[in-house]
């Protein structure tokens, strides 16, 4: 313990992450439109065992006993997502006086508690009339997205200097345009790239937005950074851990052996899929030429639009939870890649499927201090989910988290150390809560909850990770 006090500052952010759909619930109340997930999770067969976010964890109704939890874990910093339909239910125009209230009063709530909010303005749910319009293929809705950005900052700006546009929009253009796991899942490659360019290209709109609004304002793009490695081993096709993220199931049949080279070219290609292509147009202001060239359906790029996207975030938003391991594979005579769950090597997996494998956030901090040279960065997800068990005495003995953070947590340390600009860490996340399409079987919080009672406790992880905040934070050496 003592040495981790000298690593992490004073003013370092030791936080919990959260989004709106998954836990605020009141679906339609206080005049809420319908958002693109509700209009997914009450279509039969679309959320794993029928979940829905209608009450979600109920986080409308107890956010002042959430903002005591977090207070009594101690934690400085809190990421939560607003709700698009519930703040301005027409996605345009007139804000909702309701809505207003519930995020003025969480925030003035989490100020009083010496918790700082950092605020994700889309992480995921968009208002079900602009899914309507197309959502994020029509290029209209760059500029719908900047006016609810300048909105929102105008209303809370006093309060919250720390803002997020959009969360992981490989997931948005992927999971939902792309594949057809997530609403509206179209299963469309286009309409997947188009997205992706219209993603990049209102987080540009929204932040010039936020920065009109005053100098003080910090903006960033989250993105998941996997670290991509190659493999050539044996493959079990046994976990569909990544589908969300790129819709292939592995399979070894039928298919060629490949060469190491081709696996490190494979892996390369991965990465300029899943990381590159996300991280570096804000600072090069070009798509990275490799990927462009390998692609097949290409977004419509419009002359100018570059010149808007070439433009630095204060900060880099980055959540980290697995590597992707990748094989290459041949299709019509062209390199391509699958991302594969090795089970084989030993390591331990969380019940999404995902190894844990610390060694990569400390390879992906390294790579951001040399790749964004001195742009701070925040881990705003890390965590792990498991089938949790409330004993008869009540407890949560959930060590394999308190190992899997301990081990996270030790990597920021080490790269803290070694000159990583590295300003916070969230957990992902504070309570257990809806995941997306995999439903409620998949308990990533610090914090138990009872789907049925929908009351909270504290898990084991949560008193570590009080400890651990406490002793990190105390001025005694
Ligand atoms: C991330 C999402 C978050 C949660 C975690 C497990 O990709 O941002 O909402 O689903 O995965």
């Given at each position: 313990m003592k040495e981790k006090k000298k690593v992490f500052p004073a003013d370092f952010a030791w936080g919990a992450?959260?989004?709106?759909?998954?836990?605020?619930?009141?679906?339609?109340?206080?005049?809420?439109?319908?958002?693109?997930?509700?209009?997914?999770?009450?279509?039969?067969?679309?959320?794993?065992?029928?979940?829905?976010?209608?009450?979600?964890?109920?986080?409308?109704?107890?956010?002042?006993?959430?903002?005591?939890?977090?207070?009594?874990?101690?934690?400085?910093?809190?990421?939560?997502?607003?709700?698009?339909?519930?703040?301005?239910?027409?996605?345009?125009?007139?804000?909702?006086?309701?809505?207003?209230?519930f995020y003025d009063k969480l925030i003035d709530s989490l100020l009083e508690s010496g918790i700082e909010p950092f605020v994700t303005l889309c992480h995921y749910d968009i208002p079900q009339i602009l899914e309507d319009r197309g959502g994020w293929v029509n290029r209209e809705m760059t500029d719908w997205f900047s006016e609810y950005a300048g909105k929102i900052v105008?209303?809370?700006?006093?309060?919250?200097?720390?803002?997020?546009?959009?969360?992981?929009?490989?997931?948005?253009?992927?999971?939902?345009?792309?594949?057809?796991?997530?609403?509206?899942?179209?299963?469309?490659?286009?309409?997947?790239?188009?997205?992706?360019?219209?993603?990049?290209?209102?987080?540009?709109?929204?932040?010039?937005?936020?920065r009109a609004?005053?100098?003080?304002?910090?903006?960033?793009?989250?993105?998941?950074?996997?670290?991509?490695?190659?493999?050539?081993?044996?493959?079990?096709?046994?976990?569909?851990g990544f589908a969300r993220m790129s819709?292939?199931?592995?399979?070894?049949?039928?298919?060629?052996?490949?060469?190491?080279?081709?696996?490190?070219?494979?892996?390369?290609?991965?990465?300029g899929y899943t990381n590159r292509w996300?991280?570096?147009?804000?600072?090069?202001?070009?798509?990275?030429?490799?990927?462009?060239?390998?692609?097949?359906?290409?977004?419509?790029?419009?002359?100018?639009?570059?010149?808007?996207?070439?433009?630095?975030?204060?900060?880099?938003?980055?959540?980290?939870?697995?590597?992707?391991?990748?094989?290459?594979?041949?299709?019509?005579?062209?390199?391509?890649?699958?991302g594969i769950p090795v089970k084989e090597r030993g390591n331990s997996y969380s019940s999404m499927g995902w190894e844990v494998y610390p060694e990569g956030l400390y390879n992906t901090l390294l790579r951001l201090k040399k790749e964004y040279a001195g742009t701070p960065v925040y881990i705003t997800e890390n965590g792990f989910a498991f089938e949790d068990k409330i004993s008869d005495n009540g407890t949560i003995e959930d060590d394999y988290r308190v190992d899997y953070l301990r081990r996270h947590i030790d990597i920021c340390g080490k790269a803290l150390a070694e000159g990583v600009n590295l300003k916070g860490y969230f957990v992902?996340?504070?309570?257990?809560?809806?995941?997306?399409?995999?439903?409620?079987?998949?308990?990533?919080?610090i914090i138990y909850t009872d789907y049925k009672t929908l009351n909270r406790t504290v898990k084991k992880s949560g008193l570590w990770y009080r400890d651990f905040i406490a002793s990190a934070t105390s001025k005694k050496t």
């Open positions: 992450a959260t989004s709106a759909y998954q836990i605020e619930g009141a679906w339609n109340e206080d005049g809420k439109s319908e958002s693109n997930w509700d209009r997914w999770a009450h279509t039969p067969g679309k959320i794993k065992g029928g979940g829905t976010g209608d009450v979600a964890v109920d986080h409308y109704h107890r956010w002042k006993e959430d903002v005591g939890l977090m207070k009594q874990l101690q934690i400085n910093a809190y990421r939560f997502s607003i709700a698009w339909s519930r703040i301005q239910p027409a996605g345009r125009g007139s804000l909702n006086p309701k809505g207003v209230s105008h209303l809370f700006g006093s309060r919250v200097t720390k803002w997020m546009t959009i969360n992981e929009p490989i997931c948005i253009a992927k999971g939902h345009y792309a594949a057809t796991v997530e609403p509206p899942g179209l299963g469309d490659p286009q309409a997947g790239a188009d997205a992706a360019h219209h993603l990049m290209l209102a987080h540009a709109k929204a932040q010039r937005a936020i609004c005053g100098q003080k304002y910090q903006v960033a793009l989250v993105n998941c950074i996997f670290p991509s490695e190659p493999y050539t081993g044996p493959v079990k096709s046994d976990s569909d819709g292939d199931i592995n399979s070894a049949e039928g298919e060629e052996p490949v060469t190491p080279e081709d696996a490190a070219a494979a892996a390369y290609l991965q990465d996300w991280m570096e147009p804000p600072f090069t202001g070009r798509y990275p030429q490799d990927i462009w060239a390998h692609m097949e359906h290409h977004p419509d790029v419009i002359e100018g639009d570059m010149d808007i996207i070439k433009a630095k975030p204060d900060f880099l938003a980055i959540n980290y939870y697995t590597r992707y391991l990748v094989r290459a594979v041949r299709s019509k005579g062209k390199l391509s890649w699958k992902w996340s504070l309570l257990d809560n809806l995941e997306w399409e995999t439903g409620w079987g998949q308990r990533f919080g």
